[in-house]
């Protein structure tokens, strides 16, 4: 019996404990960087044609180096959906598609603009079209699938009933095992006339430990996880808000996804708990077993 317990306990550790470890790298590596790389592009993509309105209303079109600024804007939202592809399992084809489709808009307007200004306005009005148009725009798609994105990010991290069943079951079946234990050991003091086995005293140790130390730190990471998550849904409402301007919310949007980083990179200290909740489970049905055959080995065997 006592074995039985000690076996269940561990297995019901290591679930539990993995689903916690599982959901904290993947918000790190893939749902936080994702959301992220979203709204960044999201951003950029408007800054372009901020910085095209800019160079039309300065007259500043077709002077050497005016071009760079929304250049840079555009490959920045292409490079930022490029290195979130493989780190969100939502479509980006479309996405890009209407991108390249935008930046060779807003190259013919800028370019058309100095010798054929009607030309040139109806081709910065198309790459407006293509940016801003209600649902089917560069803008409104990107702000749908971060949405999306942040939902599923949501979800991921989320202690669902069933991970809370699992480590109530962890920890019932702990106190079980601890009580098993604790008999097993004045059965064998008072009614055998034996000293406190060590083996069990170990064993009843871990069992203390395994039933406070993982549960406390799966406490601490999803307190983490649940404040980059609002961290999250701050950076997602920041760069849906330009009343401010597209610059000052790229600003605010990088100071916020630093911090979102710092916060998600001080989880990696879970991994050597979890390696040690690991290792003290195997031993918690180790000792036990090794205790009591020793002392049958001792009592009953060698008699024989």
Not at 39 to 54: K, P, Q, T
Not at 124 to 129: K, N
Not at 251 to 269: I, Y
Request: with cysteine; charged share 20%; net charge negative.
């Amino acid at each position: 019996m006592l074995l039985l317990l000690t076996a269940v306990a561990s297995a019901a550790l290591f679930l539990s404990s993995r689903q916690v470890q599982s959901g904290a790298e993947a918000l790190a590596s893939r749902e936080a960087p994702a959301v992220q790389g979203l709204a960044a592009s999201r951003l950029a993509a408007l800054r372009a044609h901020e910085e095209v309105d800019e160079l039309v209303e300065r007259k500043l079109v077709g002077v050497a180096g005016s071009g760079e600024a929304y250049r840079s804007q555009l490959s920045a939202a292409d490079q930022g959906l490029s290195r979130i592809a493989d780190r969100t399992d939502q479509d980006l084809g479309t996405v890009k598609g209407l991108l390249a489709t935008y930046s060779d808009s807003l190259a013919l307007g800028t370019s058309l603009h100095r010798d054929q200004p009607l030309m040139g306005e109806q081709k910065l009005g198309e790459a407006h079209s293509l940016l801003t148009r209600e649902k089917v725009g560069i803008a409104p798609r990107l702000q749908d699938l971060q949405r999306a994105q942040l939902e599923h990010a949501e979800t991921t991290t989320a202690m669902g009933p069933w991970q809370r069943a699992g480590w109530w079951v962890t920890e019932l079946v702990l106190l079980a095992a601890a009580l098993t234990l604790l008999s097993a050991l004045f059965v064998l003091r008072d009614r055998c006339g034996r000293d406190w086995n060590p083996y069990l005293l170990a064993a009843l140790l871990l069992i203390a430990l395994l039933a406070v130390v993982p549960l406390m730190t799966a406490y601490s990471v999803q307190d983490g996880l649940d404040g980059a998550l609002a961290d999250l849904r701050h950076l997602t409402e920041t760069s849906w808000q330009s009343a401010a301007g597209t610059e000052k919310a790229q600003q605010d949007v990088t100071k916020l996804s630093e911090e979102v980083r710092r916060e998600l990179a001080g989880g990696t200290w879970t991994e050597p708990v979890y390696r040690g909740a690991l290792v003290g489970s195997l031993l918690a049905v180790v000792l036990p077993a090794l205790g009591l055959g020793l002392r049958l080995d001792h009592d009953y065997w060698r008699r024989r």
